[in-house]
Each structure stands twice: as structure tokens, then as C-alpha cells.
Nanobody, 121 residues
């Protein structure tokens, strides 16, 4: 069984920065996709950023709302993925979840327990 463990959430003022980290531990696991979702109050869980493992390189993608402010980075070999968040806005407040999809069986996905991010104005 694979377990995703997140860290790095917290409270900051608008304009501040936070870095979220996620590591997969447990059974052998070869991720195809590593990313971050968030659930903000009153809204459904949404994709924030992800890395898709390509033939020659990992390709990042971002939600429009975070482009230019957030940067995702991952290490496929170590099964870790980080999210550097800068210029945070109150609208970024929510619970952030790490997500990974298995490369061998794409039906298999894993979720972290979630880490809280609070941005005050």
C-alpha cells in the first residue's frame, strides 16, 4: 500500500509564500502523474498543478488562477512532489491534497490526507 504524506501548510498574510511537500512511501510505486489539488470553502476539489511524466521529460501544468505564482517540482525517482506558492491571495485558502496516479495501472490513484493553507488579507 502506498501512503502520501504532506507537509508545509500553515497561515500567512496575503503576498506571502509557502512551500508544500509530499512524499510517497510504502509499496513500490511508479507514478505517471504527481500533483496538487485543493478544496476551498464552498467549492469542489480542483486541480492546482500537476506534473505528467512524458517520454523525455516531466511536463508541468497549472490552473489559470495560480499561473505565475505557483511552481510545481517533482522527483520521480524519489516519489516526491513540491508546490512552491508565492504571492498568496486570500482566495488560495483551503485544504491542499497531494495526488499521484500509478504509471502501470492508471486506474490506481493515491491521495494525501490534506494540509491546510490559510491566507489572511
Amino acid at each position: 500500500q502506498v501512503r502520501l504524506t504532506e507537509s508545509g501548510g500553515g497561515s500567512v498574510q496575503a503576498g506571502g509564500s509557502l512551500r508544500l511537500s509530499c512524499a510517497a512511501t510504502g509499496s513500490l510505486f511508479d507514478p505517471l502523474i504527481m500533483g496538487w489539488y485543493r478544496q476551498t470553502p464552498g467549492k469542489e476539489r480542483e486541480l492546482v498543478a500537476r506534473i505528467i511524466r512524458g517520454v523525455n521529460a516531466a511536463v508541468p501544468s497549472y490552473a489559470d488562477s495560480v499561473k505565475g505564482r505557483f511552481t510545481i517540482s517533482g522527483d520521480i525517482a524519489k516519489n516526491t512532489v513540491d508546490l512552491q506558492m508565492a504571492n498568496l491571495e486570500p482566495e488560495d485558502t483551503g485544504v491542499y491534497y497531494c495526488h499521484m496516479r500509478d504509471r502501470t495501472d492508471r486506474r490506481v490513484t493515491y491521495w494525501g490526507q490534506g494540509t491546510h493553507v490559510t491566507v489572511s488579507s
